[in-house]
T-cell receptor
Framework: EAEVAQSPRYKITEKSQAVAFWCDPI?????LYWYRQILGQGPELLVQ????????DSQLPKDRFSAERLKGVDSTLKIQPAELGDSAMYLC?????????????FGAGTRLSVL | SQQGEEDPQALSIQEGENATMNCSYK?????LQWYRQNSGRGLVHLIL?????REKHSGRLRVTLDTSKKSSSLLITASRAADTASYFC????????????FGSGTQLTVLP
């Protein structure tokens, strides 16, 4: 069964360092999402791509976060510099992008700890 | 911001009992979905109910939707220890760009 791949699974970094997360969606899925999930809460959307284009990055803290999906397939989310408050689970999801009834498929996530 | 509020925040039951979780939301929706998340893992889609549907079943899952009250419930019958997880409702909001807005989740613990 096809899965969304994410790496690394865990990342520990010191504040002010740069970190990067990678996501490979299910083949053929045009829409890719990055979420941040704080412990005990639901996922919150950071950025949404349709193919290689950003559809929505209104909740992305652009002073320190960046995301790209250059060839419309895999994607990278970067934080520079990391802050203590960035400690969270970062989830990637993909969907076919069909209107009206889209289901999202999630990767296992990257757990980030900023010390 | 999170559109859905789930109730209860945490639920602990014995194996074999039924578990009911509720979700309330604020705006008009195309559909409402329920996802499950095991500890430290990603979310897994469970079931989708369209705005013109009132009830849907899938195996041991039963979902209801009341659009007049902007609420939904998820019933898990004959629960098992393996059902222990967090459960999230997610709304596909009318007019949104194929986005889901997730609730805060219910942590279900099924005791053997």
């Amino acid at each position: 069964e096809a899965e969304v791949a994410q790496s690394p699974r865990y990342k520990i970094t010191e504040k002010s360092q740069a970190v990067a997360f990678w996501c490979d969606p299910i083949s053929g899925h045009a829409t890719l999402y990055w979420y941040r999930q704080i412990l005990g809460q639901g996922p919150e959307l950071l950025v949404q791509f349709q193919d290689e284009s950003v559809v929505d990055d209104s909740q992305l803290p652009k002073d320190r976060f960046s995301a790209e999906r250059l060839k419309g397939v895999d994607s990278t989310l970067k934080i520079q510099p990391a802050e203590l408050g960035d400690s969270a689970m970062y989830l990637c999801a993909s969907s076919l992008g069909l209107a009206g009834e889209h289901i999202q498929y999630f990767g296992a996530g990257t757990r980030l700890s900023v010390l | 911001s999170q559109q859905g509020e789930e109730d209860p925040q945490a639920l602990s039951i014995q194996e074999g009992e039924n578990a009911t979780m509720n979700c309330s939301y604020k705006t008009s929706i195309n559909n409402l979905q329920w996802y499950r998340q095991n500890s430290g893992r990603g979310l897994v889609h469970l079931i989708l109910i369209r705005s013109n549907e009132r009830e849907k079943h899938s195996g041991r899952l039963r979902v209801t939707l009341d659009t007049s009250k902007k609420s939904s419930s998820l019933l898990i019958t004959a629960s098992r220890a393996a059902d222990t997880a967090s459960y999230f409702c997610a709304t596909d909001v009318s007019g949104s760009a194929r986005q889901l807005t997730f609730g805060s989740g219910t942590q279900l613990t099924v005791l053997p």
